[in-house]
Structure formats: structure tokens, C-alpha cells
């Protein structure tokens, strides 16, 4: 049995941290290196940060940036955003990140993943696509922040991942982003059964119980960003982290 890693994931925009729901209707909550500070404090595992609007604004990285928000941090981080090359990827290990998060770019570029992995290893490289339901009620995976349906099955795309060489494959259901109601647990296991490296879930977490049903369904660790950035559903801001919490993975 092992200690479930529970990942608070930070969405940057420019300068400024935001929650978004469904991907849409992005609220502002704070600075960066403040939420970072506070995670420090509450001994999180470590920290997902993610320019979530860069590749649609084909916006390059803010290294320096970046690298100050890592330099607060006392826990692993990840970053994605707008990373393109092998070089993006090195700069953002040189600015402090033990992981980077591809998304987009694997869709034009799936060798950058052994390119990475080939140096920095496997489990620097996390895979990461998002899901949601088209009109007919079938699973697609979407590019570009959720504007652009790729066609992809999320089962065969996380095959394709792993084959490229990815450490670990995150899944963030649309449908469930901000919206407090939950996991897709049914994606998760989707996924999960499909694929022998970790999967993280993202996308709905509202309590401490959707994590335990996430890892029932078969998930490897939880990653939440309305949870840890809100005091309660329509409440205000309050960075948090379930301080002591244990989530044993018992598969």
C-alpha cells in the first residue's frame, strides 16, 4: 500500500492564478507565488502549474516567471503551457520543475516525449489530455483548452502516450472542471484499465471522498483546483490542503 498523492493544480494566465468552470468562465483568485507559499505551509505533495491559456494565444513561456513561483516552492512541481520544443522543456527543468506537463503539441509532435524522457527520464514527462462528451454521448479528446475536438478516443490516445513513453498520463474531464460534483469515475477507469502507467484524475473533485472514489476507479493520485482555492462551492477564495489527510491506495 502506498500514500495517494493528492496534486493541487494551479492555472496561470499571465501574471494571475484562475479557476476556470468547464474550462469557461475564468475567475481570478490570486498571486502565484502567495498560493505557493501557503502550500509550502500546508505540506501539499506537490503542484501541478499550468499556463492553461498560452498555446491558444501562442503565448511563449515565461521562464522567468515560472522560475520565481518555482523557486517558492519546497514540493516537486510540474509545469505545462506552450511548451514546444526539447529546448522549451529544458529551460523549464533549469527554471526549478522536477516534471513538464505536454498536452497540444503531442498531437503535432508525439516524439518530443522520448526526446524529453531520453534525457531527463520517464517519469519527468507527464501526458496530459482533456475529455469531455460530444452530442451522441461518446468520449473525445480535445486540444487547444477544450476548443478543438481532436476526434481522438481518450483510451486509444492514452495508449498512444504510453507507447510514446510517457511517465504518467493525466485525465481532465470538461464536463467536471469547477463543477464540484465529482470524478468521471467512469472515464477514469476507462483509462486506467487501458494503461499500465499512472493516471492522475482531474476535473470535479469536491470533497476528500470523490478522491477515495477516484482510486477505486483506478486512479494512481488526485489532482483538484477549485477544492484547494476555495473555501466552499460559490464561497470566496481560501487557499487550503487537507493537512494530515491519508488516502491509502489499496489496489
Known sequence: MGRVRIIPVLLLSKNGLYKT???????YVGDPVNAVKIFNEKEADELVLLDYTASKEKRPIDHKKIAEIAGEAFMPMAYGGAIQTF????????????????NSVLFSNLLLVKEIADVYGAQA???????????????????????????KDP?????ELEQAGVGEIMVNAIDK???????????ISK????????????????NTADFAKAVKAGASAVAAGSLFVYQKKGMGVLIN???NFKLENTN
Not at 483510451?155 to 495508449?159: C, D, H, R, Y
Not at 472542471?177 to 472515464?187: A, F, K, Q, R
Not at 483509462?191 to 469536491?206: E, K, L, Q, R
Open 21 to 27: 468552470v468547464k474550462f469557461q468562465k475564468a475567475q
Open 87 to 102: 529546448e522549451d522543456a529544458k529551460r523549464v527543468f533549469d527554471g526549478g520543475f522536477e516534471k513538464v506537463v505536454l
Open 125 to 151: 514527462v507527464v501526458g496530459s489530455f482533456d475529455v469531455k462528451k460530444n452530442l451522441f454521448g461518446a468520449y473525445k479528446v480535445y486540444a487547444g483548452s477544450g476548443t478543438k475536438s481532436t476526434g
Open 155 to 159: 483510451v486509444e490516445w492514452a495508449k
Open 177 to 187: 472542471d469547477g463543477t464540484w460534483e465529482g470524478y468521471d469515475e467512469h472515464l
Open 191 to 206: 483509462v486506467a484499465n487501458a494503461v499500465s502507467v499512472p493516471v492522475i484524475a482531474c476535473g470535479g473533485a469536491g
Open 241 to 243: 490542503f487537507p493537512t
